[in-house]
């Protein structure tokens, strides 16, 4: 099982980019798909982008598509999240969670394993 650790969370202005990435402890990293997930302030944990084992299948969240970019490096145990055009309303706690079945799922239930997150905001 990998632990994962969040780091690049800060404060940017609106239309402005940050890159978080996440690291995993363990050997067997490259077997697990990743996702990205964020939760605002009164409002349930939602879906932002997701890369398969291989990195060869992404899927984003239409709220983000065209201004983020999901990436991996299996050699170091990394997965990215670069966001650009950044919004207010992207604001959020922004976590990565590990799923062990290798697809680019949206779907939070399979995820396995998370992050302990990390504060992004944008301001106006």
């Known amino acids: 099982q990998v632990q994962l650790v969040e780091s690049g969370g800060g404060l940017v202005q609106a239309g402005g980019s940050l890159s978080l990435s996440c690291a995993a402890s363990g050997r067997t990293f490259s077997r697990y798909a990743m996702g990205w997930f964020r939760q605002a302030p009164g409002k349930e944990r939602e879906f932002v982008a997701a890369i398969s084992w291989s990195g060869d299948n992404t899927n ?27 919004k207010p309303e992207d604001t959020a706690v922004y976590y990565c969670a590990a799923h062990p079945w290798g697809g680019a799922s949206d779907d939070p239930r399979g995820y396995a394993t998370w992050g302990q997150g990390t504060q992004v905001t944008v301001s106006s």
């Open 60 to 86: 984003s969240a239409d709220t983000v598509k065209g201004r983020i970019t999901i990436s991996r490096d299996n050699a170091n145990n990394t997965v990215y999240l670069q966001m650009n055009s950044l």
